[in-house]
């Protein structure tokens, strides 16, 4: 099937089904989906593990002091 082909057929398709379509087809041209998506998961993680006081929140001049010292 052709890409003129193919664009006929998705036309076809009602409003919200096109629109899903492309929004498909626009994810699938982003490259960073999976590291942004990895980074959410990495976000979430750490603010559950703040929530549930397993971790100990550090404010950042001294987190980048200790980084920086390392």
Same mark, same amino acid.
Request: charged residues 25%; aromatic residues 16%; glycine residues 0%.
């Given at each position: 099937m052709s890409t003129e082909e193919l664009a006929a057929q998705a036309l076809r398709l009602s409003h919200s089904e096109r629109?899903? /379509?492309a929004q498909k087809l626009l994810d699938? /041209?982003?490259e960073e989906s999976e590291v942004e998506r990895a980074w959410a998961e990495e976000a979430e993680r750490?603010?559950?593990e703040l929530r549930s006081e397993n971790a100990e929140a550090v404010p950042a001049d001294q987190?980048?002091?200790e980084a920086r010292s390392e």
């Open positions: 629109a899903h /379509l699938s /041209l982003d750490r603010y559950e987190a980048f002091a």
